[in-house]
């Protein structure tokens, strides 16, 4: 196996522990794929070749499918942070450091 080839499939083996990572809501993983993922792609940049490209165009849109993914888990936080009662529009400090509002509790139910 060339070393391109190994580099094509150590960014498959990544791309498929990033969608495992990210299905299973495991950080740790997906910091371990992203971190896998990027190091066969700079192994993968110096090794330029023709042949590679129908294999890297399916990796792509693998990558795509992880990013739509990933990209639904944050819409899924923000929405559960928005509802928590963090404000996405109103920065948490000032240019000072300091809170620039006062925070205010908000319920969640009424009993």
Do not use: C
């Amino acid at each position: 196996m060339s070393g391109a080839q190994a580099s094509l499939e150590r960014l498959a083996t990544a791309l498929a522990d990033e969608r495992e990572a990210l299905l299973g809501h495991d950080v740790d993983a997906l910091m371990r794929s992203t971190r896998e993922k990027i190091a066969a792609l700079r192994e993968l940049e110096s090794a330029a070749d023709g042949e590679l490209s129908g294999p890297l165009a399916e990796l792509a849109e693998f990558n795509r499918a992880n990013g739509a993914l990933l990209a639904r888990r944050r819409r899924e936080v923000n929405w559960a942070l928005r509802h928590l009662g963090r404000m996405e529009s109103a920065p948490a400090y000032d240019a000072s450091g300091r809170t620039a509002h006062t925070s205010r509790p908000r319920e969640l139910a009424v009993a």
